[in-house]
C-alpha cells in the first residue's frame, strides 16, 4: 500500500521522505502519524500533501510539521502521497 514497513520510518533531516504512496486506491482513509526527534528537539520542518482527481493532479498543499498531524485520502484520489522533510532527524510513527 505504500506506507513504511514496521510502522516507523527515520526521516533525516532536511532531506524529503515519503510516508505515505498510494496508487490505485481510491477508498477514503485517515492516516494519523506521530512524528519525535531521538535528540529531544522541537519537532519542525514541512510536509508536502499532494492528491489526484482520478489522474488529474491538483496543487500540493504545503505546511509546517507538528508533533501529531492527520492526512486525509478522500474517495476519488486514486494517486496520493504524503512526504516530510523535517529540520532535523525525526522519526515517524504511523498510528
Given at each position: 500500500m505504500g506506507l513504511f514497513r514496521g510502522g516507523r520510518k527515520?526521516?533525516?533531516?532536511?532531506?524529503?521522505?515519503?510516508?505515505?504512496?498510494?496508487?490505485?486506491?481510491?477508498?477514503?482513509?485517515?492516516?494519523?502519524?506521530?512524528?519525535?526527534?531521538p535528540g529531544g528537539q522541537p519537532v519542525s520542518g514541512e510536509f508536502e500533501e499532494k492528491k489526484y482527481?482520478?489522474?488529474?493532479?491538483?496543487?500540493?498543499?504545503?505546511?509546517?510539521?507538528?508533533?501529531?498531524?492527520?492526512?486525509?485520502?478522500?474517495?476519488?484520489?486514486?494517486?496520493?502521497?504524503?512526504?516530510?522533510?523535517?529540520?532535523?532527524?525525526?522519526?515517524?510513527?504511523?498510528?
Open positions: 527515520k526521516c533525516p533531516g532536511g532531506r524529503w521522505t515519503t510516508l505515505i504512496s498510494n496508487f490505485g486506491t481510491g477508498m477514503p482513509k485517515t492516516f494519523t502519524i506521530a512524528f519525535v526527534s482527481t482520478w489522474i488529474f493532479p491538483r496543487r500540493p498543499v504545503r505546511g509546517p510539521l507538528v508533533p501529531m498531524m492527520e492526512f486525509h485520502r478522500e474517495w476519488i484520489n486514486g494517486i496520493y502521497r504524503v512526504r516530510v522533510r523535517p529540520d532535523t532527524d525525526l522519526l515517524a510513527t504511523f498510528k
